[in-house]
């Protein structure tokens, strides 16, 4: 049981470039997140998805778009990477939005030059 | 509306010693508390979760954290620390109708 998988692990780019993360899930979960992590400012909603052909924008969707592909998988795109975008990227999944345990996947560090 | 807030973004223990790390959530309806754990390069992982059928709460690796309604406190504790306890530590507050909240985190350092 593989969980939440996120690709690449790792990712440089350059201003302008634009770049898709992938996430998917085995857990059957009908919510999916897309978060960032900073230094000192713990974990921030970019957008989420609380179910299959929905999404909705969080606290930091500027510069972010994303697709939920289908049950499983749920994308983040950047379309004109900034340096401000330099962080590292968290997919979660619940089985629903609300109160429920989120099960992270293990990150992708992107460094925008 | 729902918050919440973990007083102290560092603390630092000896192994052995009471590991003690504060969380106070603002909620207007019974909230969802969590605690979740994020080892270096890794995601975050749940450790215990309060759902309001018992006010203390047991999680893995020995943690527990007891729900105080009056004081608004989720605080995590372990009575004795292992060097395998650094890592970063989140609060989480969720209540029906609204997303999951989660605090800026608290980094645990247990020193030899």
């Known amino acids: 049981n593989a969980g939440v998988t996120q690709t690449p692990k790792f990712q440089v780019l350059k201003t302008g470039q634009s770049m898709t993360l992938q996430c998917a899930q085995d857990?059957?979960?009908?919510?999916m997140y897309w978060y960032r992590q900073d230094p000192g400012m713990g974990l921030r909603l970019i957008y989420y998805?609380?179910?299959?052909?929905?999404?909705d924008k969080g606290e930091v969707p500027n510069g972010y778009n994303v697709s939920r592909l289908n049950k499983r998988e749920f994308s983040l795109r950047l379309e004109s990477a900034a340096p401000s975008q330099t962080s590292v990227y968290f997919c979660?999944?619940?089985?629903?939005?609300?109160?429920?345990?989120?099960?992270f996947g293990p990150g992708t560090r992107l460094l925008v030059l | 509306a729902q918050s919440v807030t973990q007083l102290g973004s560092h603390v630092s223990v000896s192994e052995g010693a009471l590991v003690l790390l504060r969380c106070n959530y603002s909620?207007?309806?019974?909230?969802?508390l969590f605690w979740y754990v994020q080892y270096p390069n890794q995601g975050l992982q749940l450790l215990l979760k309060?759902?309001?059928?018992?006010?203390l709460v047991k999680g893995i690796n020995g943690f527990e954290a007891e729900f105080k309604k009056s004081e608004t406190s989720f605080h995590l504790t372990k009575p004795s620390a292992h060097m395998s306890d650094a890592a970063e530590y989140f609060c989480?507050?969720?209540?029906?109708?609204?997303?999951?909240?989660f605090g800026a985190g608290t980094r645990l350092f247990v020193k030899a």
């Open positions: 979660a999944s619940s089985v629903g939005r609300d109160q429920e345990t989120q099960y």
């Open positions: 857990m059957n979960h009908n919510s």
């Open positions: 998805s609380a179910s299959e052909g929905t999404t």
């Open positions: 909620s207007s309806v019974p909230p969802y």
């Open positions: 309060y759902t309001s059928a018992a006010t």
């Open positions: 989480a507050v969720s209540t029906r109708g609204f997303k999951t909240i």
